[in-house]
T-cell receptor, first 118, second 115 residues
Framework: AQSVTQLDSHVSVSEGTPVLLRCNYS??????LFWYVQHPNKGLQLLLKYTSAATLVKGINGFEAEFKKSETSFHLTKPSAHMSDAAEYFCVVSDFNAGGTSYGKLTFGQGTILTVHP | DTEVTQTPKHLVMGMTNKKSLKCEQHMGHRAMYWYKQKAKKPPELMFVYSYEKLSINESVPSRFSPECPNSSLLNLHLHALQPEDSALYLC??????????????FGPGTRLTVL
């Protein structure tokens, strides 16, 4: 079984300051982990993914995340927030490394809403 | 072409209507997914098609009927829906490589309102 916990339901930052969105996961297998972003009334866009290669993963729009197995964490960071970063962010774990008939099922965290103030 | 398209963007229907949602991708992905997303919640998986065969049905009511006519197209037929079925319906697709399903790419969604 797998699960994802996003530790903050809301994060508020000022434009130009760092962003930290926290995510802890639980997985019976070597997990694949993702961060997706969703702007209001839009679909989900893949920001970055971890699939057992480098533990520091760089994504689009200046975001990056570090996989820490000992802490079962996959926190998302960005050095300097931009107004356009305001959105909801989902941390997601997949069991597609588990083999069998998982069909790439995703387990979503509850989401973190990021607000960016001018 | 690296996108998943969905039509219509918005749909309003009565409880006795029959309508369909359409999803299309031309990335050669052989897995396609339907999700339902209620406000302020993460997406919930409804159906998975793998190589045009229904592989997962997450106990979805029969008033939702999926169809995968070919490897690029996924439909969701709607009949006798309830107001609580109002939601954003998302389609996604993924590539399968050496038996492993890779990351999913999502469409923009259809905003469904049931009156």
């Amino acid at each position: 079984a797998q699960s994802v916990t996003q530790l903050d339901s809301h994060v508020s930052v000022s434009e130009g300051t760092p962003v930290l969105l926290r995510c802890n996961y639980s997985s019976s297998y070597s997990p694949s982990l993702f961060w997706y972003v969703q702007h209001p009334n839009k679909g989900l866009q893949l920001l970055l993914k971890y699939t057992s290669a480098a533990t520091l993963v760089k994504g689009i729009n200046g975001f990056e995340a570090e996989f820490k197995k000992s802490e079962t964490s996959f926190h998302l960071t960005k050095p300097s927030a931009h107004m356009s970063d305001a959105a909801e962010y989902f941390c997601v774990v997949s069991d597609f490394n588990a083999g069998g008939t998982s069909y790439g099922k995703l387990t979503f965290g509850q989401g973190t809403i990021l607000t960016v103030h001018p | 072409d690296t996108e998943v398209t969905q039509t219509p963007k918005h749909l309003v229907m009565g409880m006795t209507n029959k309508k369909s949602l359409k999803c299309e991708q031309h990335m050669g992905h052989r897995a396609m997914y339907w999700y339902k997303q209620k406000a302020k919640k993460p997406p919930e998986l409804m159906f998975v098609y793998s190589y045009e065969k229904l592989s997962i049905n997450e106990s979805v009511p029969s008033r939702f009927s999926p169809e995968c006519p070919n490897s690029s197209l996924l439909n969701l037929h709607l009949h006798a829906l309830q107001p609580e079925d109002s939601a954003l319906y998302l389609c996604a697709s993924s590539r399968r490589t050496s038996g492993v399903y890779n990351e999913q790419f999502f469409g923009p969604g259809t905003r469904l309102t049931v009156l």
